[in-house]
């Protein structure tokens, strides 16, 4: 790989992570929406998964901000920047119980998708933490997705 192109590849990283960061804010805030406004039979099983969810994005969201900052990136840091870079969408707010849990499977079947993407650039340029942190995130991100689709039946 030449200078050029590892320097391309690393921007290219930085977006990716920046990306995310993106996508971990919108998600917070949608979980959050969610936990708030969940009603139904299932009101006191997901009042408390999406609490542990929004957690979690949390730790999540500080992490790879984290990174991007280790390597001398900015990461997004308003509303705006999140929702212009952002792949996923904000709640509605007209979603029912099962349409919330679908929405998160889907939010984090992109992201999942996405951070693969990321593992890949990231190994591009020899980035293993970052790739690391990719293949985690991933790694909880499709597990969460197995149990909500659990939850649907």
């Known amino acids: 790989m030449t200078k050029a192109s590892n320097k391309v590849n690393t921007a290219s990283l930085e977006q990716v992570l920046n990306r995310q960061v993106a996508n971990l804010n919108v998600l917070y805030v949608k979980i959050h929406n969610f ?3 969940v009603k139904g039979e299932q009101f006191f099983s997901l009042h408390v998964k999406f ?3 929004y957690d979690e ?3 999540k969201m500080d992490e790879v ?3 991007l900052l280790s390597i001398k990136g900015s990461p997004a840091a308003t509303m705006k920047e999140y929702l212009e870079l952002s792949t996923i969408q904000e709640a509605t707010g007209k979603e029912d119980a099962r349409g919330m ?3 998160l499977i889907e939010d984090f079947a992109t992201i ?3 951070l693969t993407e990321g593992i890949e650039l990231a190994e591009q340029v020899t980035d293993q933490p970052t790739a690391d942190l990719f293949i985690k995130t991933r790694s909880d ?3 969460h997705q197995w149990m909500l ?3 649907l039946g």
Do not use: G, I, M
């Open 101 to 103: 849990v679908q929405s």
């Open 141 to 143: 991100f499709e597990k």
């Open 112 to 114: 999942s998708e996405e």
């Open 57 to 59: 994005v949390t730790v």
């Open 35 to 37: 936990h708030w406004y």
């Open 149 to 151: 689709r659990s939850f």
């Open 65 to 67: 901000a984290e990174r």
């Open 51 to 53: 609490e542990n969810l």
